[in-house]
């Protein structure tokens, strides 16, 4: 799922301010002398996260930590992921944070940065070297780690076979290049189909033209620079802005009225671009997964997938802090990666658990996604306020995409008002 912020329609400054009157990160940690834990600890904790989805994981992991714990009550709560992030702002302003909860990469420095969230390098039975190092370094700042990665995501191509199969078009059987991936797009749109769907409407950038920009040797911040205006970064997009301008890709009205989902999932376009919490989406919307496949994407000048993931983290407010650290790794355990794995509700983070998740969906050729990140994965791009520049985004390229601006001229603005904000950091 895309990770946007609740930042985007605040102020990069004014934002950092208010979060930083709630919380001095010079402070010491309520509670966070040290407190052993037994079976006969008594205490109370909150837990929020967004995804009902995986409401059944997160059950059995608590039913887990309460055998060892079990006089220590956990209530979670969940949020739909458009207002997630809007109630923990409001939370956060009012020192009410939940004491565990889920926390995206575009937000960690923010939060971590203002004190509000405990460090977890003396979390309970916890071995760093477990986790993919990007995500690992994701939830560090400043040289603390502030999240334990609970899973990850990354990008690849869904396809429906049987549109390939009537568009005349073979499927890749290995690595393909942008132009060998254009033509297969062009020869499905010309069969009655679009060729391709992305959230460009949205300026999806984990699902779409941060993997483009990645692959054509680009980046998108660098030594707290904007890459938007390099030359790599704008054939990047001018990938996605040229294929919509043939058609190959519909209009962005239309995908803003019908979701790229949605036509996909619906048989009316021939690949959709996408991140790997689709495969769950897809179960539940979908009659039948037979005739969708998982394709690696194509590269240009290299390989390039983008890698993000989620971490749970723990207030630093908490009363019963010891109790919350515990929470956090006990849900990230190898133990609770592997349930995660086996429902299926996302690619457990833990390494070398990941094969259950592969193998729910053994026609769908799933381990797409987990040789990308083994092998060729981009971190998401973040800064400390990530979400400023993420709004300029949402705000510049859709036209640009739309043929509306031109492309280079836009990228290259965009990066002039992100190199403005990022100095403000």
Not at 62 to 67: D, R
Not at 161 to 189: C, I, M, S, Y
Request: charged share 20%; hydrophobic share 40%; aromatic share 10%.
């Amino acid at each position: 799922m895309k990770r946007r912020s609740f930042l985007t329609a605040v102020g990069a400054t004014g934002v950092t301010a208010t979060l930083a009157a709630c919380g001095d990160d010079s402070a010491p940690e309520p509670g966070g002398e040290a407190v052993e834990l037994t079976a006969e600890t008594e205490a109370t904790l909150t837990m929020f996260y967004w995804d009902k989805n995986q409401t059944p994981t997160v059950e059995a992991n608590i039913a887990a930590f309460n055998k060892t714990y079990p006089k220590i009550k956990v209530t979670p709560s969940i949020a739909a992921y458009k207002d997630y992030w809007t109630k923990l702002r409001t939370q956060a302003e009012g020192d009410q944070l939940p004491d565990v909860f889920w926390m995206n990469g575009p937000n960690i420095q923010l939060y971590a940065s203002n004190g509000m969230l405990a460090t977890l390098d003396d979390a309970p039975d916890v071995d760093w070297a477990n986790y993919p190092q990007a995500l690992v370094d994701l939830y560090t700042v400043e040289g603390k780690h502030y999240g334990i990665p609970k899973d990850y995501d990354t990008i690849a191509v869904f396809a429906n076979k049987k549109l390939f199969a009537d568009a005349g078009v073979e499927l890749p059987t290995g690595d393909w290049t942008w132009e060998q991936h254009n033509d297969a797009a062009r020869k499905l749109a010309a069969s009655g189909v679009y060729g391709l769907v992305s959230a460009l409407g949205a300026a999806d950038g984990q699902g779409a033209y941060y993997n483009t920009i990645a692959q054509a040797g680009g980046y998108v911040i660098k030594d707290g620079k904007s890459g938007f205006g390099q030359p790599e970064a704008i054939k990047g997009l001018k990938f996605w802005s040229d294929l919509v301008a043939e058609g190959t890709i519909p209009s962005l009205q239309i995908m803003s009225d019908t979701t790229p989902s949605a036509l996909f999932a619906n048989g009316q376009a021939g690949m959709y671009w996408a991140g790997s919490w689709m495969v769950g989406s897809f179960a539940n919307d979908m009659e039948s997964l037979d005739d969708v496949i998982v394709l690696p994407l194509p590269q240009d000048q290299q390989k390039g997938t983008i890698i993000h993931g989620l971490s749970y983290v723990a207030s630093a407010k908490s009363a019963n802090l010891a109790a919350a650290k515990a929470l956090v790794a006990a849900m990230t355990t190898k133990e609770a990666a592997e349930t995660e794995a086996t429902n299926g509700t996302a690619i457990p983070a833990f390494n070398g658990t990941q094969q259950a998740w592969v193998d729910g969906k053994p026609g769908m050729q799933l381990d797409v996604f987990t040789k990308g990140a083994e092998e060729y994965s981009v971190a998401y791009p973040v800064s400390k306020n990530t979400a400023a520049w993420n709004d300029l985004e949402t705000q510049l390229l859709p036209d640009a995409f739309a043929g509306k601006t031109p492309m280079e001229e836009t990228a290259k603005k965009l990066a002039e008002q992100m190199d403005e904000l990022l100095a403000k950091e």
